[in-house]
Nanobody
Framework: QLQASGGGLVQAGGSLTLSCKAS????????IAWFRQAPGKEREGVSR?????????QYEDFVKGRFTMSHDSASNTVALQMNGLKPEDTAVYFC???????????????????WGQGTQVTVSS
């Protein structure tokens, strides 16, 4: 199970940190990802991390340099630090996870079989 939290309302240029707490699977051999879905748009990937390669998170171009993913294996938690937020970052953010042993593209939402409930991020201009 995944529990996402940390969303909220922030002004453009501000920061938020999302948190995703995992339970019930091997967190130390997983791929954890953040996706987002804006109103009227399809869900899109934001970032992802293989938990046994914590220094190699991957980011989509539209968040590179602004978002940072990290994880704490002691608490089975993955964080997404979001800086320099823009109105176009407004969306419901979901964390997702799956075993790193699965085959498939980490960028695809079909790779993930565990999803959190989503947390709303709203950035005002």
């Amino acid at each position: 199970q995944l529990q996402a939290s940390g969303g909220g309302l922030v002004q453009a240029g501000g920061s938020l940190t999302l948190s995703c707490k995992a339970s019930g699977f091997n967190f130390n051999d997983a791929v954890i990802a953040w996706f987002r879905q804006a109103p009227g748009k399809e869900r899109e990937g934001v970032s992802r991390m293989i938990t046994h390669l914590p220094d190699e998170p991957q980011y989509e171009d539209f968040v590179k340099g602004r978002f940072t993913m990290s994880h704490d294996s002691a608490s089975n938690t993955v964080a997404l630090q979001m800086n320099g937020l823009k109105p176009e970052d407004t969306a419901v953010y979901f964390c997702a996870a799956s075993s790193a042993r699965r085959t498939g593209s980490y960028r695809s939402e079909r790779f993930y079989d565990n999803w959190g409930q989503g947390t709303q991020v709203t950035v005002s201009s």
